[in-house]
Protein backbone atom coordinates (compact mmCIF):
# COMPACT_ATOMS: atom_id res chain seq x y z
CA UNK A 1 0.00 0.00 0.00
CA UNK A 2 1.43 3.72 -1.06
CA UNK A 3 0.89 6.43 1.41
CA UNK A 4 1.70 9.51 0.52
CA UNK A 5 0.84 13.09 1.29
CA UNK A 6 1.81 16.25 0.12
CA UNK A 7 0.64 19.23 -2.25
CA UNK A 8 2.80 20.85 -5.43
CA UNK A 9 1.76 23.42 -7.68
CA UNK A 10 1.19 23.85 -11.44
CA UNK A 11 1.99 27.20 -13.26
CA UNK A 12 0.50 27.72 -16.64
CA UNK A 13 0.76 30.82 -19.18
CA UNK A 14 -0.12 30.93 -22.65
CA UNK A 15 0.03 33.73 -25.53
CA UNK A 16 -1.76 33.79 -28.65
CA UNK A 17 -1.46 35.52 -32.07
CA UNK A 18 -4.03 35.96 -34.47
CA UNK A 19 -3.18 37.44 -38.17
CA UNK A 20 -6.01 38.30 -40.38
CA UNK A 21 -3.99 37.14 -43.96
CA UNK A 22 -6.97 37.64 -46.51
CA UNK A 23 -10.96 38.44 -45.72
CA UNK A 24 -11.38 34.84 -45.81
CA UNK A 25 -7.89 33.59 -44.39
CA UNK A 26 -7.13 33.69 -40.67
CA UNK A 27 -4.26 32.33 -39.19
CA UNK A 28 -4.12 31.86 -35.58
CA UNK A 29 -0.86 30.81 -33.34
CA UNK A 30 0.50 30.74 -29.89
CA UNK A 31 2.15 29.16 -27.53
CA UNK A 32 1.24 27.41 -24.20
CA UNK A 33 3.93 26.95 -21.38
CA UNK A 34 3.35 24.61 -17.78
CA UNK A 35 5.73 24.44 -15.00
CA UNK A 36 5.29 22.04 -12.33
CA UNK A 37 6.95 22.51 -8.97
CA UNK A 38 7.13 19.19 -7.93
CA UNK A 39 9.82 17.96 -10.00
CA UNK A 40 10.52 21.56 -11.83
CA UNK A 41 9.77 20.12 -15.29
CA UNK A 42 8.82 22.44 -17.63
CA UNK A 43 6.47 21.80 -21.11
CA UNK A 44 6.29 24.09 -24.01
CA UNK A 45 3.18 23.84 -26.34
CA UNK A 46 3.18 25.53 -29.94
CA UNK A 47 -0.10 26.17 -30.80
CA UNK A 48 -1.29 26.59 -34.61
CA UNK A 49 -4.78 26.80 -36.89
CA UNK A 50 -5.55 27.92 -39.83
CA UNK A 51 -9.30 29.16 -40.84
CA UNK A 52 -10.23 29.47 -44.60
CA UNK A 53 -14.10 30.99 -44.96
CA UNK A 54 -15.63 28.84 -48.15
CA UNK A 55 -18.47 31.10 -48.00
CA UNK A 56 -20.94 32.84 -45.54
CA UNK A 57 -21.79 29.52 -43.89
CA UNK A 58 -19.40 27.33 -44.64
CA UNK A 59 -15.50 27.13 -43.48
CA UNK A 60 -12.73 24.76 -43.52
CA UNK A 61 -10.25 25.06 -40.12
CA UNK A 62 -6.87 23.13 -39.13
CA UNK A 63 -5.38 22.91 -36.02
CA UNK A 64 -2.12 21.98 -34.32
Keep these: MLS ?3 NTWLGQAYIQS ?3 VS ?3 TITSGLNTMFLFLN ?3 SFQPRLG ?5 NALSSLSFGF
Design 4 to 6: VKG
Design 18 to 20: KFV
Design 23 to 25: QKL
Design 40 to 42: KAY
Design 50 to 54: IKYDL
